[in-house]
T-cell receptor, first 116, second 114 residues
Framework: NAGVTQTPKFQVLKTGQSMTLQCAQD?????MSWYRQDPGMGLRLIHYSVGAGITDQGEVPNGYNVSRSTTEDFPLRLLSAAPSQTSVYFC???????????????FGDGTRLSIL | GNSVTQMEGPVTLSEEAFLTINCTYT??????LFWYVQYPGEGLQLLLK?????DKGSNKGFEATYRKETTSFHLEKGSVQVSDSAVYFCALPMTTDSWGKFQFGAGTQVVVTP
């Protein structure tokens, strides 16, 4: 019972490098999203997707790119890493069943990213 | 959009003590309300939810009641254990028509000592 799987679990980058954080879910959820978690700030939405081929920006999208070619996968790309992007990144998914906002999100275990 | 405010931590308790974590919200309409828990090194897990006013969500000894009149959704547990040490997040949808966009509180760290 995998749920939401994120890879890698840890990563250290140098400023200016690029990388892709992977996220996959096996629950056939339509909705997927990326959050970053910083101390004292809770979770902030970076990008989200309501289905394959459809993505949109959240609260803090600058410096990140996403695409969704399949229902299962939703990778997050850092285009040119900056120290301000040091954070813990969480991918989440949820279904569209029931009333809007009624379904909880299912989270992966996170990717801990450090930018030097 | 909707917003949520929860009490700051850390909250330090002895085992078997009573726990309350305050959460208040501002929202258009009556959205579902959620509590999530995050154990060290893990992602968030749904702890409980309530979908309408006066609903009580409960799980693992935790309870929270959807209070429309005070716009609150406080989390309570009567007797905490060391294993309850975690960070707790209150959350609600960002808008009344958003399926998967959620607003999270800043999180409250709870430390339970033996």
């Amino acid at each position: 019972n995998a749920g939401v799987t994120q890879t890698p679990k840890f990563q250290v980058l140098k400023t200016g490098q690029s990388m892709t954080l992977q996220c996959a879910q096996d629950m056939n959820h339509e909705y997927m999203s990326w959050y970053r978690q910083d101390p004292g700030m809770g979770l902030r939405l970076i990008h989200y997707s309501v289905g394959a081929g459809i993505t949109d920006q959240g609260e803090v999208p600058n410096g990140y790119n996403v695409s969704r070619s399949t229902t299962e996968d939703f990778p997050l790309r850092l285009l040119s890493a900056a120290p301000s992007q040091t954070s813990v990144y969480f991918c989440a998914s949820s279904s569209f069943s029931g009333p809007p906002g009624g379904q909880p999100q299912h989270f992966g275990d996170g990717t801990r990213l450090s930018i030097l | 959009g909707n917003s949520v405010t929860q009490m700051e931590g850390p909250v330090t308790l002895s085992e078997e003590a009573f726990l309350t974590i305050n959460c208040t919200y501002t929202a258009t309409g009556y959205p579902s309300l959620f509590w999530y828990v995050q154990y060290p090194g893990e992602g968030l897990q749904l702890l409980l939810k309530a979908t309408k006013a006066d609903d009580k969500g409960s799980n693992k000894g935790f309870e929270a009641t959807y209070r429309k009149e005070t716009t609150s959704f406080h989390l309570e547990k009567g007797s905490v254990q060391v294993s309850d040490s975690a960070v707790y997040f209150c959350a609600l949808p960002m808008t009344t028509d958003s399926w998967g966009k959620f607003q999270f509180g800043a999180g409250t760290q709870v430390v339970v000592t033996p």
